[in-house]
């Protein structure tokens, strides 16, 4: 009997032995496979990771190259915010909060600004500029020209406080006024505007500088605009103030093109 079993064992010992080379190989498909499946995880979580940080740095960039449309109620932001972005025109309201989108400008390299568009209501447009001020990497300052007589004394004194704003930042943005509704037949020009609101700036810091001087230690904002002692010209300010016209409406009608190339050229300048 003990020599049977042995013959028994042997025969087994001989069926393992065949079959081993087989199941060494199946266990080393098996290693390979895992290294592999590891690997194709790696890889994917590495890609995974670059696009999310490619993401937030994309956007963090978005953020810093933003453009602030800011103006009084009925200067015609929105519906320039909409031309710049669909050339189309569409109705519009007064707005109550801010509006935002990606503008690719029309340049060889292909840049893209953050067009934002605050409210220009009185009670609104101060708390979104103070908001959105620190990511402006350009202001664009949207007077209703055809208006702007009526209007001169309030359309100053926003400027006033965009001015202030702008030279109290570590990055002086690009800064436009842009002298919309040119369509219009009354609407004045962007040079008779620029005499008008230098005059009105000049009596407004004037004024300002009388004033007591706020308790707030804490702010860094110039004193008044300009050079003390002479009259105000926007050329005394630290940012270079530029003035164009355009028009968002057109002068043929809604469904017209608007005239709004050299306000697309500007930003494509400062992109």
């Known amino acids: 009997m003990a020599s049977v079993d042995s013959r028994r064992m042997g025969n087994g010992g001989g069926v393992g032995g065949t079959f081993q080379p087989y199941l060494d190989s199946l266990r ?6 895992d290294r592999t499946l ?48 669909t050339g189309l025109y569409r109705d519009t309201q007064t707005s109550i909060t801010d509006s935002s989108a990606v503008y690719r400008v029309n340049n060889t390299r292909g840049a893209s600004l953050t067009l934002i568009d605050l409210p220009g209501h009185e009670s609104l447009r101060l708390q979104f500029l103070e908001r959105f001020k620190a990511s402006a990497r350009a202001v664009v300052f ?8 009526r209007e001169v004394k309030d ?10 704003d702008s030279m ?37 810091r004037v004024t300002r500088s009388a004033a007591p001087s706020t308790l707030d230690s804490s702010s860094t904002a110039p004193a ?48």
């Open 28 to 33: 080393q498909e098996l290693q390979e496979s």
């Open 38 to 85: 590891l690997s194709v995880v790696v890889a994917l979580l590495a890609v995974l990771l670059t696009l999310v940080f490619w993401k937030f740095i994309r956007s963090r960039r978005s953020s810093q190259r933003a453009v602030l449309l800011v103006g009084l109620c009925d200067s015609g932001k929105t519906l320039l915010f909409v031309r710049l972005l």
């Open 142 to 149: 949207v007077v209703d020209s055809a208006a702007f007589q």
């Open 155 to 164: 359309v100053a004194e926003f400027l006033y406080q965009v001015l202030i």
């Open 168 to 204: 109290g930042l570590k990055n002086t943005p690009s800064f436009l006024i842009a002298c919309n509704k040119q369509d219009i037949t009354m609407a004045k020009s962007a040079k008779l505007i620029q005499q008008q609101l230098e005059k009105e700036l000049n009596t407004l």
């Open 224 to 271: 008044q605009l300009g050079k003390k002692g002479k009259e105000f010209e926007f050329s005394q300010l630290p940012l270079k103030v530029e003035f164009l016209e355009c028009s968002a409406k057109g002068g043929r009608g809604d469904a017209g093109s608007a005239d709004i190339q050299d306000l697309e050229k500007w930003l494509a300048k400062i992109a």
